[in-house]
């Protein structure tokens, strides 16, 4: 069986985004068919600007969303990156095989660093390694795949090339994982700006639909969604990327294809009209089990216990290896 790790950062309310392009899929598919490893990387959500007690709380919470989106403990593994401390062991190596220009050509470092100077002035040195950490968290645990959406590829190939790098220079390691990422909504665009990605961390409220969002909120959300000019509902990602990712989204829910989708509409009104409906639909057993789980909050932390133990056992061997290879003295 494969090997699949994946995660998501404590560091906002999850998304639709990270619904449908990265946890439907953990739940649907890879728990089912592989090795699989869910984490929530609390590490990474130190990255920038925060409030320990939000993390904290956003920490559970993504959790909670994991075990409410179907994630089953008694096929996978779901745990808290910190509660593992391979991770950051790992990290350090890997910082002394990476180099800092592959980590000034990070997409997301370009993307994230000028909104941490506007917010606050400075870019924690962490913002930048950050790719290293998650570097570490794949290979830690010979990872073969990586279940992400689209803006996390660039992040996972430079796991593949430090893997690469590490066992040609000190000996077989580790395995070189491959980014998987699903065939609609990889990148599910904001509602109020389809030129940006749809992120938890982002400002734009209007333009996000959270997981945890009301039936009405998410209907107010998808209908005031701003749409291309034109009125024929065509699919074109790049002409009218307003209209297209509706049409993902849709597509993504019912299950289908955006560009036959698309036939089926002759007003953008009708098509936002089963968007919403189709994302509410999605939305509501997840919400339902949301509201169990919360109820029970020492299941969670009894998953998260035997997760994190579990994490460990697997990961341990690889990073003492890790150590012995690149020339530390055995304790
Ligand atoms: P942040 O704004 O803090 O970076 P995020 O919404 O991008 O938050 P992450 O924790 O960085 O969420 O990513 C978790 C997973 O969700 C990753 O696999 C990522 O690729 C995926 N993902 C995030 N946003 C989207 C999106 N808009 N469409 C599809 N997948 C997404
Ligand atoms: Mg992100």
């Known amino acids: 069986r494969a090997r699949v790790f994946s995660g998501v950062k404590p560091t906002g309310n999850l998304t639709l985004g990270n619904y449908l392009g990265a946890l439907r899929r953990w739940a649907e598919v ?24 939000r993390v904290r709380r956003l920490s559970r919470q993504a959790a909670t969303l994991l075990l409410a989106a179907g994630l089953d403990p008694e096929l996978c593994t779901v745990f808290v990156q910190s509660h593992v401390d391979e991770h950051a062991r790992l990290s350090y190596l890997l910082e002394c095989v990476a180099t800092d220009g ?33 570097a570490a968290d794949i290979l830690a645990y010979g990872t073969d795949e990586v ?68 039936p009405e909120v998410v209907r107010k959300k998808v209908m005031r969604a701003v749409t291309d000019s034109g009125q024929d509902v065509v699919y074109d990602r790049e002409g009218r990327p307003g209209i297209a990712n509706l049409l993902e989204i849709l597509a ?3 299950g289908g294809d955006p560009e036959e989708l698309s036939r089926g509409y002759d007003s953008y009104g009708a098509l936002k009209k089963d968007t919403a409906e189709a994302v509410v639909e999605v939305l509501r057993p997840l919400q339902a089990r949301h509201r169990e789980l919360c109820a029970d909050p020492s299941y969670v932390d009894g998953v998260l216990r035997e997760g994190a ?21 055995p304790a």
């Open 309 to 329: 133990r579990r994490a460990r056992e697997m990961a341990r061997p690889r990073v003492d290896a890790a150590y012995r290879a690149i020339g530390l003295l």
């Open 147 to 214: 279940p992400v959406g689209e803006d996390q590829t660039q992040h996972v190939e430079l796991s593949r090339d430090v893997a690469v790098r590490f066992n040609q220079r000190y000996g077989h390691t580790f395995v070189v994982p491959r980014a998987t990422a699903p065939a609609v909504a990889a990148r599910v665009m904001n509602l109020q700006d389809p030129a940006s990605k749809m992120g938890k961390s982002d400002d734009s409220g209007p333009g996000i639909v959270y997981l945890l969002d009301e």
């Open 102 to 134: 592959e980590m000034r050509r990070m997409i997301q470092y370009k993307e994230k660093a000028p909104r941490e100077r506007a917010r606050g002035g400075s870019v924690r040195l962490s913002l930048l390694t950050y790719p290293v950490l998650m």
């Open 252 to 254: 993504a829910c019912e």
């Open 30 to 53: 890879d728990q089912h068919r592989a090795d699989a490893l869910f984490c929530v990387v609390d590490l990474h959500a130190l990255t920038v600007d925060h409030d320990p007690g």
